[in-house]
């Protein structure tokens, strides 16, 4: 099973300058309770560990990072190839961004569910969620919660049949 995990507003919009232009410690909490779940293993792109995870892995998870460079990188095993790390990966698995891993994962069919964090905001982003409505439904989705005054849901989307 392939979960995609982000959190994203209006426009699907994830990151401003490589960076989350909110700060909602409540989401933060989610996100780590969520990807500790389900076997806690954690894919993600070299921009993504290196801006959002400041260069340090997830703890108490087992850390993936998609990138060109084959060099290792303390605490996380690289991935130079996505497509044969998701064919050959056999374990539950939390893709957790940024934008060209979501969308990767997503155009080659490999996305079972998606839980995405509906923020009430336009940021101003420059990286995007890819459209997912056409794919997939929602199974369910929380009530409005407020944190810092931003108004935010959970939600959780499964792939069509």
């Not at 209006?10 to 076997?39: C, H, S, Y």
């Not at 961004?97 to 996305?111: H, K, N």
Request: charge should be negative; glycine fraction near 8%.
């Amino acid at each position: 099973m392939i979960r995609l995990i982000a959190a994203i507003d209006r426009k699907r919009g994830l990151a401003k300058a490589g960076v989350m232009p909110w700060n909602i410690p409540e989401d933060e909490a989610f996100f780590t309770e969520q990807t500790k779940a389900f076997g806690g293993n954690v894919l993600s792109g070299g921009v993504t560990f290196r801006n959002t995870y400041k260069n340090g892995p997830l703890a108490k998870r087992q850390n993936f990072v998609l990138t060109r460079n084959p060099a290792p990188i303390e605490g996380v095993v690289v991935v130079n190839d996505l497509k044969k790390f998701l064919t050959e990966f056999k374990d539950e698995l939390w893709v957790a961004g940024g934008s060209i891993v979501f969308d990767e994962v997503m155009t080659a069919g490999y996305a079972d569910e998606l839980y995405l964090t509906h923020i009430e905001a336009d940021f101003g982003c420059d990286q995007f969620f890819p459209t997912y409505k056409d794919e997939f439904k929602l199974a369910e989705q929380s009530e409005e919660h407020e944190q810092n005054g931003f108004h935010f849901t959970y939600a959780r989307y499964l792939k069509k049949a």
